[in-house]
């Protein structure tokens, strides 16, 4: 059974790019979440995909967008960088909206 | 004040010992999760609960729904248990989903 897998593990970009973000889920899995997690602090809920639509999303603006596809494997996109975009991004993959979650190691996003 | 506070933020302690880890809540809920950081990031889901008390090896955790009151407790601490503990709350009502998260508490558990 694969795990969550997420790429790349580590990312440097300058303000005003975009990035996008790869997130595999497990094998069975149909529901992936994003979440950010600034530097010392806890995780925050950016997004949920269920089955290919958006079934959830926290206090972040529209340059911060998702996609799912038929093979459940989720991009976390983020358009117009800014400084504070820098963190540790987790993807986590589950069963269904409200069951346990796998999360992946992250990908570690430096905004220069 | 932050929907999901945990206490203590720091813990230390000697190996062998039993520790409690607090998180309390302000918004309905419909489950609360536990996790578990370890330096590096990797995160690992310990428990997933909606009411009364979970075990899983030397991990217990509890639940007040009423007092929106959770703890983990950690029996026989060992120093492989040293990670941040972190709460999260999963939203009730509606079908869409919202996790919040508590700060974490770092454990260090010394030999």
């Known amino acids: 059974e694969t795990g969550v897998t997420q790429s790349p593990t580590h990312l440097i970009k300058t303000r005003g790019q975009q990035v996008t973000l790869r997130c595999s889920s497990q094998?069975?899995?149909?529901?992936v979440s994003w979440y950010q997690q600034a530097l010392g602090q806890g995780p925050q809920f950016i997004f949920q995909?269920?089955?290919?639509?958006?079934?959830g999303r926290g206090n972040f603006p529209p340059r911060f967008s998702g996609l799912q596809f038929p093979n459940y494997s989720s991009e976390l996109n983020v358009n117009a960088l800014e400084l504070d975009d820098s963190a540790l991004y987790l993807c986590?993959?589950?069963?269904?909206?409200?069951?346990?979650?796998?999360f992946g190691d992250g990908t570690r996003l430096s905004i220069l | 004040k932050n929907e999901v506070e945990q206490s203590p933020q720091n813990l230390t302690a000697q190996e062998g010992e039993f520790i409690t880890i607090n998180c309390s809540y302000s918004?309905?809920?419909?489950?609360l999760h536990w996790l578990q950081q370890h330096p590096g990031g990797g995160i690992v889901s310990l428990f997933m609960?909606?009411?009364g008390k979970k075990k899983h090896g030397r991990l217990i955790a509890t639940i007040n729904i009423q007092e929106k009151h959770s703890s983990l407790h950690i029996t026989a601490s060992h120093p492989r248990d040293s990670a941040v503990y972190i709460c999260?709350?999963?939203?009730?009502?509606?079908?869409?989903?919202?996790?919040?998260f508590g700060k974490g508490t770092l454990l260090t558990v010394n030999p």
């Open positions: 986590a993959s589950s069963l269904g909206p409200f069951q346990p979650q796998h």
């Open positions: 094998s069975g899995h149909n529901t």
């Open positions: 995909y269920y089955r290919e639509e958006e079934n």
């Open positions: 918004v309905g809920i419909s489950a």
């Open positions: 609960l909606s009411s």
């Open positions: 999260a709350v999963l939203n009730s009502g509606g079908s869409n989903y919202k996790l919040t």
